[in-house]
Each structure stands twice: as C-alpha cells, then as structure tokens.
C-alpha cells in the first residue's frame, strides 16, 4: 500500500491491525488457542512453556478480556449441578482467520530469529 492509497479519513487496515493485536501476547495466545478451548491454568501453563519471560496471571487475564472485547476470544461457562464452575477460553472464527497470518510469522521468527 501506498501513500495514494488512502484518501484523507481513512483508516489504514494495518495500523489498525496492529494496533488491535498490539500487546506481545495477543498473537501468542490465539495461537495457543487455535488447537481447542483450553481453561485459564491451561493456558497459561502453555504459553508460559514455550517462552523466556512467562506471563502473569493478571497479564492474561487483562488481555484475554482485550481479545473477548475484539471477538477474538470467547468464554465459555459451564456448570453442571452440584459441580464446580468450568470457564474455558476458545478462539472465535475471526480470531481463526489470523491463523495464516501467525503461521507465517511462526515461520518467519523459525527462519530468521535463530540463525
């Protein structure tokens, strides 16, 4: 794209994209969601496997509210009667549609982050 591209009050569709999925775990975990729903604990554990710095517990939580307000993420609550709560978290198909996209970054990061 380029600058003739976008008359004055558009928006540029990769600034806002960055700009949605600006946290450095957005990506990461729907990722790590893309494979089924997984519950918090879940999650964490493994995104937090997979890295130098894991994340907190309050980092997660604060983002995954991020990405369930972008309809990214969903939360699914369950209860069966005289069962404790479930709440797990899932990817929605518009968080879906970036699986190409973080693909092709995974690979990228595998090609040029570890020579």
């Known amino acids: 794209m380029n600058q003739s591209d976008v ?5 540029c569709p990769l600034a806002e994209a960055a700009l949605l999925l600006s946290s450095k775990w957005d990506l990461i975990i729907i990722y790590n969601l893309i494979d089924g729903p997984l519950r918090f604990s879940q999650l964490k554990e493994k995104i937090s496997s997979g890295i130098r710095t894991p994340i907190t517990s309050s980092s997660l939580t604060r983002i995954l509210r991020k ?23 899932q990817v929605t198909p518009r968080g879906l549609a970036l699986q190409s996209t973080i693909s092709e970054l995974k690979k990228w990061g595998s090609e040029f982050l570890f020579q």
Not at 7 to 11: A, E
Not at 76 to 86: K, L, M, R
């Open 67 to 89: 990405l369930e307000s972008e309809e990214l993420v969903e939360r699914d609550i369950s209860a069966e009667v005289g069962e404790s709560v479930e709440i797990t978290y």
């Open 7 to 11: 008359t004055s009050g558009d928006l």
